[in-house]
């Protein structure tokens, strides 16, 4: 199964609503990744999990909170979004951390109203 | 800004014709990859290239890697009407102090629109 799952796969959301992207795998990968993707643009890092714990924080406002709670799932809990942060989210897992290929979900298509 | 810088931004071609995407990067790297990505979906990684190799294949693929330019090369060959899409160069960089790079962090380029004529 080489296959990362993202769910929804479509979100609009409020300003002032709370809600969370889901993100999993099954390859035993051990680092996974947060992506921001606006239209026509290149995938920007926002958070990397190496072993369950947070690695890298690319200055992400505190709106945006990772949380990884077993080696196969990866969150985003979105809380009080600007229109602006509308874009695509991808995640995205390795084997581990550096060096290797990463494996990219379908993402979640979000619009903040 | 962005690591890797790409030309062209948008290619054109028929179905048969090769195509080739170059990218530029500044700092030291681990390693180069290159992904696809079809319009509003997920990446698919095509490739990685090491910072001691030069030349890799796969299939109708062929990357070149030179850091003394700090460039690499992607070589479509043969396209089909089904290789269209965005593809993106991504570098992993070798961390050292001050450069704000660590371990796990992939800089994409800006991408080049391919599109392949039936």
């Known amino acids: 199964d080489t296959e990362v799952t993202q769910t929804p796969k479509h979100l609009v959301m409020g300003m002032t609503n709370k809600k969370s992207l889901k993100c999993e795998q099954h390859?035993?990968?051990?680092?996974m990744y947060w992506y921001k993707q606006k239209a026509k643009k290149p995938p920007e890092l926002m958070f990397v999990?190496?072993?369950?714990?947070?690695?890298i924080n690319e200055s992400v406002p505190s709106r945006f909170s990772p949380e990884c709670p077993n080696s196969s799932l990866l969150n985003l809990h979105l809380h009080a979004l600007q229109p602006e942060d509308s874009a695509l989210y991808l995640c995205?897992?390795?084997?581990?951390?550096?060096?290797?290929?990463?494996?990219f979900g379908p993402g979640t298509r979000l619009t903040v109203t | 800004s962005q690591q890797g810088e790409e030309d062209p931004q948008a290619l054109s071609i028929q179905e048969g014709e090769n195509a080739t995407m170059n990218c530029s990067y500044k700092?030291?790297?681990?390693?180069l990859q290159w992904y696809r990505q079809n319009s509003g979906r997920g990446l698919v990684h095509l490739i990685l290239?090491?910072?001691?190799?030069r030349e890799k294949h796969s299939g109708r693929l062929r990357v070149t890697l030179d850091t003394s330019k700090k460039s690499s090369s992607l070589l479509i060959t043969a396209s089909r009407a089904a290789d269209t899409a965005s593809y993106f160069c991504?570098?992993?960089?070798?961390?050292?102090?001050?450069?704000?790079?660590?371990?796990?962090?992939?800089?994409f380029g800006q991408g080049t629109i391919l599109t392949v004529h039936p």
């Open positions: 995205a897992s390795s084997r581990f951390i550096a060096a290797y290929e990463q494996y």
């Open positions: 390859m035993g990968h051990r680092a």
């Open positions: 999990y190496s072993y369950e714990k947070l690695s």
């Open positions: 700092t030291s790297i681990n390693n």
């Open positions: 290239i090491r910072s001691n190799e």
């Open positions: 991504a570098t992993d960089a070798l961390p050292s102090p001050g450069s704000g790079t660590s371990y796990g962090k992939l800089t």
